[in-house]
C-alpha cells in the first residue's frame, strides 16, 4: 500500500492474513520435531492479545489461532502497542472451533506422517508435565512431526462448553495451591 502525504510517499506492507492451510503445508519442511499452536478463544482484553503476539513470537511461534465470536479486535491500536512488534512476526489465524476440529481431526485420524493432537487447558486437565512427556515418546515411536494445538480460554471464564464437548482431552498447568489462575499470556 503506498500513502502520499504533502508530496512524499510511504509505503506499508499489508498484513498478509493467513488460514488453517497454510499451518497444514508448513509441515512439509519440518522433520523430527515437536510443533505447539496455542488456540485462544475469546480473548476479551486488548493488552492480553498484544502480550500474547509478544511472548510467542520471542519463543518463534510462527502463528496463533483465534475462535469464539467475542474476540478482540486484533488491530486495536492497544494490541498493536502491547505486542511491542510480536505482531508482524506471528501470523493470527481467525476461525471457530468446528473449521479446526474438522480440518485436523480428519488428518490426525487418516495421516500418520502429520499428526496433530487438540487439547484445551482446564483446572482438571492432565498435568501438563505428564501429558508432555507422552507426546514426546508417540513423537519418538513415529520419528516424525507431532503437532498440537492448545485451546486457552477467556481471561475469566476459560473454555466454553463447546469446546469441552468437541475436544477430549484438557491439560492444566500445575500451580502452587494459593494460586488460582495465570495471565494468558504467561500459560503460553
Known amino acids: 500500500i503506498e500513502i502520499y502525504v504533502d508530496g512524499s510517499s510511504i509505503i506499508l506492507k499489508k498484513y498478509e492474513e493467513k488460514k488453517l492451510e497454510d499451518i497444514k503445508t508448513e509441515n512439509d519442511n519440518?522433520?523430527?520435531k515437536i510443533r505447539c499452536i496455542p488456540v485462544f478463544e475469546n480473548i476479551s482484553n486488548p493488552n492480553n492479545l498484544g502480550a500474547i503476539l509478544r511472548v510467542v513470537s520471542s519463543?518463534?511461534?510462527?502463528?496463533?489461532?483465534?475462535?469464539g465470536d467475542q474476540n478482540v479486535d486484533i488491530y486495536s491500536p492497544k494490541v498493536l502497542?502491547?505486542?511491542?512488534?510480536?505482531?508482524f512476526k506471528v501470523g493470527i489465524i481467525e476461525s471457530d472451533i468446528y473449521e479446526i476440529i474438522n480440518n485436523?481431526?480428519?488428518?490426525?485420524k487418516s495421516d500418520d506422517e502429520k499428526n496433530y493432537e487438540i487439547v484445551y487447558t482446564d483446572?482438571?486437565?492432565?498435568?501438563?508435565y505428564q501429558f508432555s512427556e507422552k507426546i514426546k515418546q508417540e513423537k519418538n515411536k513415529k520419528n516424525g512431526v507431532k503437532n498440537i494445538l492448545i485451546i486457552f480460554g477467556n481471561?475469566?471464564?476459560g473454555v466454553t462448553n463447546l469446546i469441552k464437548e468437541n475436544v477430549e482431552k484438557a491439560i492444566t498447568i500445575p500451580m502452587e495451591n494459593t494460586t488460582e489462575s495465570l495471565n494468558l499470556a504467561t500459560s503460553v
Open 30 to 32: 519440518k522433520k523430527d
Open 59 to 67: 519463543l518463534g511461534i510462527k502463528e496463533i489461532i483465534t475462535i
Open 155 to 157: 481471561e475469566a471464564n
Open 104 to 108: 485436523f481431526k480428519k488428518i490426525y
Open 123 to 128: 483446572m482438571f486437565g492432565e498435568n501438563l
Open 81 to 87: 502497542r502491547s505486542s511491542m512488534g510480536g505482531f
